[in-house]
């Protein structure tokens, strides 16, 4: 049987074609939770509490104890992924396999599937050559194409607009998406934020895959979603970025907060502890106000006190900062389901407009 060979990976364009069957994490469940590479499986050959306990024998007791433990632990838990999740895997099968900087644990795990029979790969370097390409991307280089802010006050429609102009054929970054946040107070979803790590890595194989003669769209955000921080090449070329705006009167946009935050607004208990974070903000009778209505259900009011009180003087103070002469507005009455559509076409032919 042949022994396993050696990849190493030269760019994030390589990765997002890769031409294996399976790219295997053989890292520990935590590991692989705050970081991996992209449609990677977690097939551990030591679990955390294992790979603990081998670090504790090798400091405190000796490194041959530990390495022999690990290897017996190794051989286990490779022969438990051989007759579970890779049972059904035929001879022809082809792997990329690796663990943190391509060493013991991935060699490990290939030498005993080469000997299987499989064509298996190892990544030279491993985790760690995917992280500096990572970092590389986002901090060392320019965004590849030309960066367009998609901007307009709290409740404007953003995120749906900007998946309208994908669905047409624009160039866009959901950074909402990717952080798994929307990006506000009330802004947390469903399993939480990915790590730092994880995001940056879905942010670098996004931008790997733009097309540099074309504009790129991202909404507009802070420097943070939620509690992720956005790296310093993608923040500065979107401060210096031209801004389409959406403008619409606060009454359509309190319409569309109550529509897009229902799942806030049914959970009151919830949505009454965001507000109290506001606290340290605002008078006490104006919180006081907003958990009344919060407590009744009348989420519309409460989404316009929210913007008038909160959100729009906040806007109009950042939006006076950063205004540029590329800058566009577009206007809209509705934003009702039926009319985004309409606004996306706008949207979009006001950015042909920009860059022809």
């Known amino acids: 049987m042949s022994a396993p060979r050696t990849r190493t990976l030269s760019s994030l364009a390589e990765i997002a074609a890769l031409d294996v069957d399976a790219v295997i994490d053989v890292r520990s469940p935590s590991e692989y939770a705050e970081d991996h590479l992209p449609g990677a499986i977690n097939l551990p050959v030591l679990d955390d509490a294992e790979r603990a ?21 190794v051989a286990r838990n490779a022969a438990r992924h051989l007759e579970g999740p890779l049972a059904g895997m035929g001879g022809g099968w082809r792997p990329l396999v690796y663990c943190w900087r391509g060493g013991q644990r991935s060699g490990a795990f290939s030498t005993i599937h080469a000997q299987v029979g499989w064509r298996v790969e190892l990544v030279a370097g491993g985790w760690k050559s995917w992280r500096r390409l990572v970092v590389e991307a986002l901090q060392d280089r320019p965004v590849p194409s030309p960066v367009v802010v998609l901007d307009g006050n709290t409740g404007s429609a953003k995120t749906e607009l900007l998946g309208l102009l994908a669905a047409r ?26 790590s730092q790590k994880l995001f940056e890595g879905r942010l670098a194989m996004a931008l790997a ?3 540099p003669a074309r504009p790129v769209v991202v909404e507009a955000e802070s420097s943070k979603v939620g509690d992720i921080a956005l790296p310093k090449q993608l923040w ?63 989420v519309e009011p409460l989404a316009l006190g929210l913007m008038a009180r909160h959100y729009d003087p906040r806007y109009e103070k950042h939006r ?14 509705s934003l009702a389901p039926e009319a985004l559509g309409p606004l996306a076409d706008r949207l979009a032919g006001t950015l042909r407009d920009i860059f022809g």
């Open 53 to 73: 306990r081998i670090g504790t024998i090798y400091k405190q007791q000796s490194p041959f104890l530990a390495r022999k433990l690990g290897a017996a632990l």
């Open 169 to 194: 054929g624009e160039q866009v970054i959901d950074l909402e998406a990717l952080a798994n946040h929307r990006g506000s107070h009330f802004g947390a979803m469903p399993g939480g934020q990915p």
């Open 209 to 211: 895959g733009l097309d």
């Open 236 to 298: 500065a070329a979107m401060r210096g970025a031209p801004r389409l705006h959406v403008a619409a009167p606060v009454e359509a946009r309190a319409a569309y907060l109550a529509r897009a935050y229902a799942d806030v607004a049914a959970d009151r208990t919830r949505l009454a502890g965001v507000i109290a974070l506001l606290r340290p903000l605002h008078p006490a009778e104006v919180i006081g106000d907003w958990l009344r209505l919060a407590g009744d259900g009348a």
């Open 320 to 333: 006076a900062r950063s205004g540029g002469a590329q800058d566009r507005t577009v206007t809209t009455e």
